[in-house]
């Protein structure tokens, strides 16, 4: 690398290294699961000292922390959307739809917001409480006849586990995995349809 090159990537540091550093570990994340993820290599992606690593995370565990936390933050938003665009009628389906789709767009990221190393993590678990508090507020519009907060929030838990469901089945080799969640959806209005 010219020195030049090697001055601009220093520059380029300058003030977005801890954004930097997620996002490279993001890639390295996608391009081959957790095993690929180690702050050594995310440094030499980086073009940045090991050391450097530590001034913004203190060890592994608190870069995927935040990772899975960003992902979090991510399905949120594609929530929200999915809200605000959803017709009259299906806004829940629209949202367990939205999930799966998020799943299947981001499958390491959404591995890792799910990873046991990282779920007790304060950042995420604060994180997840808002992605799912979307699904607790569409409950309460859609279904305004169950205005009790525990009924809601039991609506809300079951969409979500269809959602995470549906996408734990569904592998990339699954030819239908985009009527997957719909097969899963139609199942439970048979079965609770019953009784």
């Known amino acids: 690398m010219a020195w030049s090159d090697a001055a601009a990537r220093r520059k380029y540091h300058v003030g977005n290294l801890r954004a930097q550093l997620l996002e490279e570990a993001r ?12 702050l050594r290599s995310l440094a030499a992606r980086a073009g940045i000292a090991p050391g450097s690593v530590y001034h913004h995370y203190e060890n592994k565990a608190e870069l995927l922390a935040e990772l899975a936390a960003t992902g979090f933050q991510e ?27 998020f799943s299947r767009a981001q499958p390491a990221l959404f591995g890792l917001m799910f990873d046991a190393g990282v779920l007790g993590h304060s950042k995420v678990d604060e994180a997840r409480q808002k992605a799912f508090e ?35 089945l569904a592998s990339p080799e699954t030819e239908r995995h985009d009527a997957l969640l719909e097969d899963v959806i139609q199942g439970l209005e048979l079965l609770f349809g019953r009784r």
């Open 27 to 38: 890639a390295l994340v996608e391009a081959g699961g957790l095993a690929q993820l180690n």
């Open 75 to 101: 399905l949120e938003q594609t929530l929200e959307q999915a809200l605000a665009e959803a017709p009259q009628g299906v806004r829940i389906r629209t949202l367990a739809r939205a999930y799966f789709g």
């Open 134 to 168: 979307v699904l607790e507020r569409t409950t309460g519009v859609a279904l305004p006849d169950r205005d009790e907060p525990e009924a809601r929030t039991k609506i809300a838990l079951a969409v979500w586990a269809c959602g995470h469901g549906a996408a734990t």
